[in-house]
Every structure is written in C-alpha cells, then in structure tokens.
Nanobody
C-alpha cells in the first residue's frame, strides 16, 4: 500500500520560512510527478507546485517565494517556503502520480502564518 507522509508544518510569523517534506513508501518504482497542493478552510484544494524529470511548475501566487525539490531517484519531495504571508495559511497536501496516472495523496500538514 502506497503512503505519503508529510512533515514540517507549523506556526510562523509573516515573512518567515518553513520547509515541508513528503516521503513516500510502498512503491517499487519512482513517481513520475510529485508536488504540493494546499487547502484553506472552506475552499477547494489549490495547486502549489510540482516537479517532474523535465522541471518544476509553480502557482503564480508562490513564484519567487517557494522552491520545490526532489532528490534524484527518490520518492521524496521538499517545499521550501520563504517570505510567508497570512494568505499562505492552509493544510498542505503532498501529491504524487505514477507514469500510468495513478494518484496518491498524503494526509496533509498544517501551515499557519500569523500577521
């Protein structure tokens, strides 16, 4: 059974930084895509960033502030978040997809940015 486990969330003041981690277990080959979404209370999940063998993509709202990275040949992904804003407050969810488009989600980690 494939599991994604996130860590690194917490409470931080505006302008601060956090680093999220997501580790996957239970898959014998590498995910084609790993990324992050976030969901604020009462809102739909929102794309944040993803990384593939071709490169990375970011939501406009986080470009220049967030950096996604992934060690080569590992099912682990990181999200470095700098210059955090109160509007970044959300549950951050790790997402991973195989080359056959099977999709997996983590349970999420809470990020709270105080003003």
């Amino acid at each position: 059974q494939v599991q994604l486990v996130e860590s690194g969330g917490g409470l931080v003041q505006a302008g601060g930084s956090l680093r999220l981690s997501c580790a996957a277990a239970g898959l014998r080959f590498n995910f084609a895509v790993m990324g992050w979404y976030r969901q604020a209370p009462g809102k739909q999940p929102e794309f944040v960033a993803e990384i593939t063998s071709s490169g990375s993509n970011y939501a406009d709202s986080v470009k220049g502030r967030f950096t996604i990275s992934r060690p080569i040949a590992r099912n682990t992904v990181f999200l470095e978040m700098n210059s955090l804003k109160p509007e970044d407050t959300a549950v951050y969810l790790c997402n991973a997809r195989t080359i056959l488009r099977a999709e997996y989600w983590g349970q999420g980690t809470q990020v709270t940015v105080s003003s």
